[in-house]
């Protein structure tokens, strides 16, 4: 850094800006990254003070590099967002005033400067008016200057919208950046303000500027580029204006439904002007993207507007009438969508259309059968188109379905006939009660309804020979399985319209495909995967179908259920027929057997629920006793029409497809893992798991769960299946409540056999006292040796003990309540914890993972399960065998393994830390082809490999020490009391383990980090007596990554805790003079602090700055250390608030902070009771708000 600033002043003294321009021409366009490196370091150090600002805009006065100037804008905008509160608002001024001449005078075109310089210029500007907004008018005045700017010329008024266009975005967004001081509430009242006085100003130059380049009048000769430039971002200005956040909804900016429009009330001469909804679609028809893309986003702002805005329905209607007149004129001539962006905006408008106004008023519009007919004429040409189409098609679905949902409450209206048309007006009046369809509208939309879905679905089977054709040139959209299921789920709507119509449409299709692939089948032709594609497309369709029923609309849609049934029937039918294909012929394509799973689910969600069956006391099956509810009617007239038996027997071929799905798909993922969602699916709901347990086809999984001669999934799939099959088959056994016992012992016999076998090929087995640390850690004992040796002999004694750890821990998962956990654990011990702890001496990597995350999930209290009777020891010997894994994992694993220590902080300066959260804002190098890329990276397979190899263990040993330890279950006091060392020889374990990753590694994964703050947490809150009588060296340590954790949103809470706990520990126990078991933590303390006199001092530094200078996020967390840490060190903070009025540059700001350090100790008492914490937390929280608003820092 020295020779930074060296270097700094020298290029100051001599005004010479061509070593700085060198070293931005190497940052982004060396191919050496240690050169980029060490560039970066050099020009980054310009970012680092105010005293360099004069520098910079030097830079912009001489140079005429490219990459310099981008340097020195972004360079400014660091300054500006993290030195905002040191500059005084002349100065502010200044340095905008300098910004905006720049732009006028460099922007012309063919100044030679890049349109990335001018865009980084505009940015500063921009984000200068937002922070100086309230420092007076002069702020303000931009609107003024931007409106000179914009009448200068032709290039100058484009630069002129483009910096409008960023004052609105700027003041638009949430603010965040991590150099944002402010709250939420300053953004909002900056947003609200710049909103009353600026926003109509800048939508009116907009409006003005769209009729000029509509009428070529008023801005002059305009070369094409010129023109081009100006247009695009005037329609860009228009969309974000109409898009700003009136009223602090804060919408999702990912969401494709805009919602409603809260334009002010002012507003009313943009969304009543005739002519801006004319020039907008002209701008659509006659342009290329973005322009047109934009018009189109400014057309579905405007017809979002708020129907408070028109004076009257009639205004309104008038509106309504010009959109849909636009709209008609574009279906009619198709203008303006041969490209892909205009046709995605012009389908969310048609989406959007129906949001905003009622079927009454879509009716009474003008033309609006003709715009029904073009409008379907239209979506029926885009199904099939849709290779072209596909990521817009379910807006024109989402249009039809808010169509058809909206005609049973269709209100009288009257249409106008289009020319020369004899269309009827006719419409029966709906009441709230009794709705009734307009029947002209109705049979006319009915046949466009009916003729769109069929055209979706014939669509989409063609589409499987045209993937084919082209050679895999087009995306199968059957792939896309988040799109495809929200077309599904919008086109349901459609198909249930008028049902019948659809259904034997889909039942002929189904018909004929089926007699096609048993022909296919028959003939043992293995070209069968176009049509088992088609099949597949039938099968979600039915699915989705199905699925949309609606029992709200029982009996308004009687009868449909057996249309379901008939439907459903050939689906069953297709599901068994390539179970047999299988077997014959090998695997079908893995498409259709997940479309097959999808009709499962859905079927079982509308048919299967809970209320259908009820369960016979006596048999344990289902009985669908004598109907009595529209809903018991309809389930007895499904299971009728199905004809293949009841419940209980369609419920069998729904496990028994998940059965053969798990023994013929054992390497394809997908398949495996939507098999067992649905079985987890079927064994969680209220349906009676002895209906589930006694079906054949359950019999058969829970004979062979084990087994991968059967199930060969159980060895070949991801480990996480295995263990989620035997979760769903506990969830069942353990869901039975006659004779619970018997049929859990059945269940893990096959469990207890592995085990047995398991225990007899080890031999003799460690005891607790072999396991015990030998002086932390020492090379393991013989027996240890051949125990691991034994372990790790073969792959497939390997492979048997993983299995089984898998299989228990799916076990361990479904005990969730009491009574089951207890009958677990009786199973278990002691023999099955010899096994895991012998396991804990293996040096294979998949046998540690998981060993300790069944443990992991065995001391997981979750429900408060591990409740046991008082008289039992059984939560004390859950500890013990907790430890006594960890203690043998932990003990090998430390053997030859560097552990890293921190001697001090003393490397950080005392009041700055947490102070600078500045980030490189150089920006990404610009490629050789103009667009932006990051040529650095880190090397992300490295970095998981890593974590795989170095971390993962630790962290799942942590997390199961730090569950067992919250548990609950057990009085950690007995062990100390009789001298049992299983707490503390896990505890030491722990840490030692912990500090084999060095703090940056710490901090660099995630996971570890988690794991690392949660595990100290409930250290310091239990047991900090431990961690206090260890050495300085480990003390630091830890508190060197904890302030570290400070920093980060997803630590600092468990961070913040951890100082919380020991500053009570240390004010608790200060002034104790009967210190009794207490008494060597406190001595400990006492050493460390003579070791470290500024430690508390530096802790309460490190909060308090983080708190006013931080990032907002998360500043209620560390509010809570403060108090105790003040309590613990006085004069700490007596310190830290001098030097923090000294740093002030103003005798109003050394005012204005003393009175609020004044207001944050009033009132407050010296004592830890949580009436005093609370108060103060909230008076710490008003003292953030008031200095973050004018400290300088």
Same mark, same amino acid.
């Given at each position: 850094?020295?020779?930074?600033?060296?270097?700094?002043?020298?290029?100051?003294?001599?005004?010479?800006?061509?070593?700085?321009?060198?070293?931005?021409?190497?940052?982004?366009?060396?191919?050496?990254?240690?050169?980029?490196?060490?560039?970066?370091?050099?020009?980054?150090?310009?970012?680092?003070?105010?005293?360099?600002?004069?520098?910079?805009?030097?830079?912009?006065?001489?140079?005429?590099?490219?990459?310099?100037?981008?340097?020195?804008?972004?360079?400014?905008?660091?300054?500006?967002?993290?030195?905002?509160?040191?500059?005084?608002?002349?100065?502010?001024?200044?340095?905008?005033?300098?910004?905006?001449?720049?732009?006028?005078?460099?922007?012309?075109?063919?100044? =030679?400067?890049?349109?990335?310089?001018?865009?980084?210029?505009?940015?500063?500007?921009?984000?200068?008016?937002?922070?100086?907004?309230?420092?007076?008018?002069?702020?303000?005045?931009?609107?003024?200057?931007?409106?000179?700017?914009?009448?200068?010329?032709?290039?100058?008024?484009?630069?002129?919208?483009?910096?409008?266009?960023?004052?609105?975005?700027?003041?638009?967004?949430?603010?965040?950046?991590?150099?944002?001081?402010?709250?939420?509430?300053?953004?909002?009242?900056?947003?609200?303000?710049?909103?009353?006085?600026?926003?109509?100003?800048?939508?009116?130059?907009?409006?003005?500027?769209?009729?000029?380049?509509?009428?070529?009048?008023?801005?002059?000769?305009?070369?094409?580029?010129?023109?081009?430039?100006?247009?695009?971002?005037?329609?860009?200005?228009?969309?974000?204006?109409?898009?700003?956040?009136?009223?602090?909804?804060?919408?999702?900016?990912?969401?494709?439904?805009?919602?409603?429009?809260?334009?002010?009330?002012?507003?009313?001469?943009?969304?009543?002007?005739?002519?801006?909804?004319?020039?907008?679609?002209?701008?659509?028809?006659?342009?290329?993207?973005?322009?047109?893309?934009?018009?189109?986003?400014?057309?579905?702002?405007? &017809?979002?507007?708020?129907?408070?805005?028109?004076?009257?329905?009639?205004?309104?209607?008038?509106?309504?009438?010009?959109? *849909?007149?636009?709209?008609?004129?574009?279906?009619?001539?198709?203008?303006?969508?041969?490209?892909?962006?205009?046709?995605?905006?012009?389908?969310?408008?048609?989406?959007?259309?129906?949001?905003?106004?009622?079927?009454?008023?879509?009716?009474?519009?003008?033309?609006?059968?003709?715009?029904?007919?073009?409008?379907?004429?239209?979506?029926?040409?885009?199904?099939?188109?849709?290779?072209?189409?596909?990521?817009?098609?379910?807006?024109?679905?989402?249009?039809?379905?808010?169509?058809?949902?909206?005609?049973?409450?269709?209100?009288?209206?009257?249409?106008?006939?289009?020319?020369?048309?004899?269309?009827?007006?006719?419409?029966?009046?709906?009441?709230?009660?009794?709705?009734?369809?307009?029947?002209?509208?109705?049979?006319?939309?009915?046949?466009?309804?009916?003729?769109?879905?069929?055209?979706?679905?014939?669509?989409?089977?063609?589409?499987?020979?045209?993937?084919?054709?082209?050679?895999?040139?087009?995306?199968?959209?059957?792939?896309?399985?988040?799109?495809?299921?929200?077309?599904?789920?919008?086109?349901?709507?459609?198909?249930?319209?008028?049902?019948?119509?659809?259904?034997?449409?889909?039942?002929? =299709?189904?018909?004929?495909?089926?007699?096609?692939?048993?022909?296919?089948?028959?003939?043992?032709?293995?070209?069968?995967?176009?049509?088992?594609?088609?099949?597949?497309?039938?099968?979600?369709?039915?699915?989705?179908?199905?699925?949309?029923?609606?029992?709200?609309?029982?009996?308004?849609?009687?009868?449909?259920?057996?249309?379901?049934?008939?439907?459903?029937?050939?689906?069953?039918?297709?599901?068994?027929?390539?179970?047999?294909?299988?077997? &014959?012929?090998?695997?079908?394509?893995?498409?259709?057997?997940?479309?097959?799973?999808?009709?499962?689910?859905?079927?079982?969600?509308?048919?299967?629920?809970?209320?259908?069956?009820?369960?016979?006391?006596?048999?344990?099956?289902?009985?669908?006793?004598?109907?009595?509810?529209?809903?018991?009617?309809?389930?007895?007239?499904?299971?009728?029409?199905?004809?293949?038996?009841?419940?209980?027997?369609?419920?069998?071929?729904?496990?028994?497809?998940?059965?053969?799905?798990?023994?013929?798909?054992?390497?394809?993922?997908?398949?495996?893992?939507?098999?067992?969602?649905?079985?987890?699916?079927?064994?969680?709901?209220?349906?009676?798991?002895?209906?589930?347990?006694?079906?054949?086809?359950?019999?058969?999984?829970?004979?062979?769960?084990?087994?991968?001669?059967?199930?060969?999934?159980?060895?070949?799939?991801?480990?996480?299946?295995?263990?989620?099959?035997?979760?769903?088959?506990?969830?069942?056994?353990?869901?039975?409540?006659?004779?619970?016992?018997?049929?859990?012992?059945?269940?893990?016999?096959?469990?207890?056999?592995?085990?047995?076998?398991?225990?007899?090929?080890?031999?003799?087995?460690?005891?607790?006292?072999?396991?015990?640390?030998?002086? =932390?850690?020492?090379?393991?004992?013989?027996?240890?040796?051949?125990?691991?040796?034994?372990?790790?002999?073969?792959?497939?004694?390997?492979?048997?003990?993983? =299995?089984?750890?898998?299989?228990?821990?799916?076990?361990?998962?479904?005990?969730?309540?009491?009574?089951?956990?207890?009958?677990?654990?009786?199973?278990?011990?002691?023999?099955?914890?010899?096994?895991?702890?012998?396991?804990?001496?293996?040096?294979?990597?998949?046998?540690?993972?998981?060993?300790?995350?069944?443990?992991?999930?065995?001391?997981?209290?979750?429900?408060?399960?591990?409740?046991?009777?008082?008289?039992?020891?059984?939560?004390?010997?859950?500890?013990?065998?907790?430890?006594?894994?960890?203690?043998?994992?932990?003990?090998?694993?430390?053997?030859?393994?560097?552990?890293?220590?921190?001697?001090?902080?003393?490397?950080?300066?005392?009041?700055?830390?947490?102070?600078?959260?500045?980030?490189?804002?150089?920006?990404?190098?610009?490629?050789?082809?103009?667009?932006?890329?990051?040529?650095?990276?880190?090397?992300?397979?490295?970095?998981?490999?890593?974590?795989?190899?170095?971390?993962?263990?630790?962290?799942?040993?942590?997390?199961?020490?730090?569950?067992?330890?919250?548990?609950?279950?057990?009085?950690?006091?007995?062990?100390?009391?009789?001298?049992?060392?299983?707490?503390?020889?896990?505890?030491?374990?722990?840490?030692?383990?912990?500090?084999?990753?060095?703090?940056?590694?710490? *901090?660099?994964?995630?996971?570890?980090?988690?794991?690392?703050?949660?595990?100290?947490?409930?250290?310091?809150?239990?047991?900090?007596?431990?961690?206090?009588?260890?050495?300085?060296?480990?003390?630091?340590?830890?508190?060197?990554?904890?302030?570290?954790?400070?920093?980060?949103?997803?630590?600092?809470?468990?961070?913040?805790?951890?100082?919380?706990?020991?500053?009570?520990?240390?004010?608790?126990?200060?002034?104790?003079?009967?210190?009794?078991?207490?008494?060597?933590?406190?001595?400990?303390?006492?050493?460390?602090?003579?070791?470290?006199?500024?430690?508390?001092?530096?802790?309460?530094?490190?909060?308090?700055?983080?708190?006013?200078?931080?990032?907002?996020?998360?500043?209620?967390?560390?509010?809570?250390?403060?108090?105790?840490?003040?309590?613990?060190?006085?004069?700490?903070?007596?310190?830290?608030?001098?030097?923090?009025?000294?740093?002030?540059?103003?005798?109003?700001?050394?005012?204005?902070?003393?009175?609020?350090?004044?207001?944050?100790?009033?009132?407050?008492?010296?004592?830890?009771?949580?009436?005093?914490?609370?108060?103060?937390?909230?008076?710490?929280?008003?003292?953030?708000?008031?200095?973050?608003?004018?400290?300088?820092?």
């Amino acid at each position: 850094k020295k020779i930074n600033i060296l270097l700094l002043r020298r290029l100051n003294m001599e005004g010479n800006t061509e070593h700085f321009e060198r070293l931005c021409e190497v940052f982004y366009t060396s191919s050496d990254a240690q050169e980029r490196k060490e560039s970066e370091r050099q020009l980054i150090a310009v970012q680092s003070s105010l005293q360099y600002l004069p520098q910079l805009l030097e830079i912009f006065k001489n140079s005429r590099s490219n990459y310099a100037l981008l340097v020195a804008a972004t360079s400014v905008n660091a300054l500006v967002n993290y030195e905002w509160n040191k500059m005084s608002q002349d100065e502010r001024l200044e340095l905008r005033l300098f910004l905006m001449q720049y732009l006028a005078a460099r922007g012309e075109e063919g100044s =030679g400067v890049a349109e990335f310089v001018l865009g980084s210029v505009i940015k500063t500007i921009a984000r200068i008016v937002k922070l100086g907004w309230f420092d007076g008018n002069r702020h303000r005045e931009i609107i003024d200057q931007v409106a000179r700017l914009y009448k200068t010329s032709a290039s100058h008024c484009r630069l002129a919208l483009r910096l409008l266009l960023q004052l609105v975005e700027e003041f638009n967004s949430s603010g965040g950046n991590r150099a944002e001081m402010r709250s939420l509430t300053q953004q909002r009242k900056s947003a609200v303000s710049f909103r009353d006085i600026a926003l109509y100003p800048a939508v009116q130059m907009a409006q003005s500027t769209l009729q000029r380049l509509r009428n070529r009048e008023g801005l002059g000769p305009l070369s094409p580029i010129e023109e081009r430039g100006i247009t695009e971002n005037t329609m860009k200005l228009l969309t974000a204006c109409l898009g700003y956040d009136f009223i602090g909804t804060n919408a999702d900016e990912s969401a494709d439904d805009v919602g409603t429009v809260q334009l002010p009330s002012g507003w009313r001469p943009i969304a009543h002007d005739p002519t801006l909804v004319i020039t907008l679609f002209e701008f659509f028809a006659n342009t290329e993207p973005p322009i047109s893309s934009s018009a189109m986003q400014s057309l579905i702002l405007l &017809s979002s507007v708020r129907r408070s805005l028109y004076p009257s329905e009639q205004d309104r209607a008038h509106f309504l009438n010009q959109i *849909m007149r636009g709209i008609r004129e574009i279906l009619s001539s198709q203008r303006g969508l041969q490209h892909e962006a205009n046709y995605h905006e012009f389908c969310r408008l048609l989406g959007r259309l129906k949001s905003n106004y009622q079927l009454s008023e879509l009716v009474g519009a003008e033309g609006y059968y003709e715009w029904l007919e073009l409008a379907k004429n239209f979506t029926v040409t885009s199904f099939e188109q849709w290779h072209f189409s596909k990521n817009s098609m379910q807006y024109l679905l989402t249009l039809w379905g808010r169509l058809v949902a909206a005609v049973p409450y269709a209100h009288r209206a009257a249409p106008v006939p289009p020319p020369g048309g004899t269309e009827s007006t006719e419409m029966h009046q709906s009441t709230e009660n009794n709705p009734q369809p307009a029947k002209p509208q109705a049979s006319i939309l009915e046949a466009c309804v009916i003729q769109v879905a069929k055209k979706y679905i014939e669509s989409m089977l063609v589409s499987v020979n045209v993937i084919d054709a082209n050679d895999g040139a087009f995306d199968d959209p059957l792939d896309d399985e988040g799109a495809l299921k929200e077309q599904l789920e919008r086109l349901s709507v459609l198909c249930r319209f008028r049902y019948a119509s659809v259904a034997e449409y889909l039942a002929q =299709g189904l018909d004929a495909t089926a007699a096609q692939y048993k022909s296919v089948l028959e003939s043992r032709h293995q070209a069968r995967g176009a049509i088992e594609r088609r099949l597949a497309w039938l099968a979600y369709i039915v699915a989705a179908v199905v699925g949309g029923l609606s029992w709200n609309q029982i009996p308004a849609s009687e009868g449909e259920e057996e249309l379901d049934a008939k439907l459903s029937r050939r689906c069953f039918d297709i599901a068994q027929l390539i179970d047999l294909a299988h077997q &014959s012929l090998g695997p079908c394509n893995a498409t259709l057997e997940l479309a097959i799973l999808y009709f499962f689910t859905q079927f079982r969600r509308i048919y299967l629920w809970e209320a259908s069956p009820s369960l016979n006391s006596s048999g344990g099956e289902y009985a669908l006793a004598q109907p009595s509810s529209s809903k018991q009617k309809v389930f007895a007239r499904v299971f009728e029409t199905l004809a293949l038996g009841d419940a209980t027997d369609v419920t069998n071929r729904l496990v028994a497809k998940i059965a053969n799905n798990l023994r013929f798909w054992p390497d394809n993922d997908q398949v495996i893992c939507a098999s067992l969602d649905l079985f987890q699916e079927m064994a969680s709901g209220l349906t009676p798991s002895k209906v589930i347990l006694n079906l054949e086809a359950t019999q058969f999984l829970l004979e062979h769960s084990t087994k991968a001669d059967a199930l060969p999934f159980v060895t070949r799939a991801r480990p996480r299946h295995r263990t989620t099959l035997h979760a769903t088959l506990a969830k069942l056994v353990l869901g039975v409540n006659e004779d619970a016992h018997t049929a859990f012992d059945a269940f893990m016999a096959p469990l207890e056999q592995t085990l047995t076998s398991l225990k007899d090929a080890l031999g003799g087995l460690p005891s607790a006292q072999q396991l015990q640390l030998n002086g =932390g850690g020492g090379t393991p004992s013989p027996n240890q040796q051949k125990v691991s040796q034994v372990i790790d002999a073969s792959p497939e004694g390997t492979a048997l003990l993983v =299995g089984c750890l898998r299989d228990l821990r799916g076990v361990i998962q479904a005990a969730s309540n009491r009574r089951a956990y207890s009958m677990l654990f009786d199973l278990l011990y002691p023999d099955a914890f010899n096994v895991l702890a012998a396991a804990a001496l293996s040096e294979r990597h998949e046998v540690l993972v998981a060993l300790l995350r069944c443990l992991q999930e065995l001391v997981y209290n979750k429900s408060q399960r591990i409740t046991f009777e008082r008289s039992s020891p059984n939560g004390i010997l859950l500890f013990r065998e907790c430890s006594r894994v960890i203690v043998a994992m932990g003990s090998r694993r430390l053997v030859g393994t560097e552990q890293y220590f921190v001697t001090s902080m003393d490397d950080d300066d005392l009041f700055q830390f947490g102070r600078d959260a500045r980030i490189s804002a150089l920006g990404v190098a610009p490629s050789a082809d103009g667009t932006n890329s990051s040529r650095d990276g880190a090397l992300r397979g490295d970095s998981d490999q890593e974590y795989k190899s170095r971390h993962k263990t630790i962290v799942i040993a942590l997390t199961a020490l730090q569950r067992a330890l919250d548990g609950n279950f057990v009085n950690f006091g007995v062990f100390e009391l009789y001298n049992d060392t299983a707490l503390r020889d896990a505890l030491e374990v722990a840490m030692r383990l912990s500090f084999t990753a060095p703090i940056v590694d710490v *901090m660099a994964f995630p996971k570890l980090a988690a794991a690392y703050f949660g595990f100290y947490e409930i250290v310091f809150r239990e047991h900090a007596s431990f961690v206090l009588t260890k050495d300085t060296a480990t003390l630091i340590t830890i508190l060197c990554a904890v302030r570290r954790g400070l920093e980060l949103p997803s630590l600092a809470p468990a961070a913040a805790a951890i100082l919380d706990h020991l500053a009570t520990f240390r004010f608790n126990n200060q002034h104790r003079t009967k210190l009794g078991r207490m008494h060597a933590a406190i001595q400990a303390l006492d050493t460390h602090l003579a070791a470290h006199p500024l430690l508390f001092k530096k802790l309460l530094a490190s909060v308090l700055n983080l708190l006013i200078f931080g990032p907002p996020s998360n500043h209620w967390v560390l509010t809570r250390p403060v108090l105790p840490l003040m309590l613990v060190d006085e004069q700490g903070f007596l310190d830290y608030r001098d030097t923090l009025l000294a740093s002030q540059p103003t005798p109003e700001n050394k005012q204005r902070l003393s009175q609020a350090f004044s207001n944050l100790i009033s009132h407050v008492h010296r004592n830890l009771d949580n009436t005093n914490r609370d108060n103060f937390c909230q008076q710490i929280s008003a003292f953030r708000h008031e200095c973050r608003s004018f400290l300088v820092c």
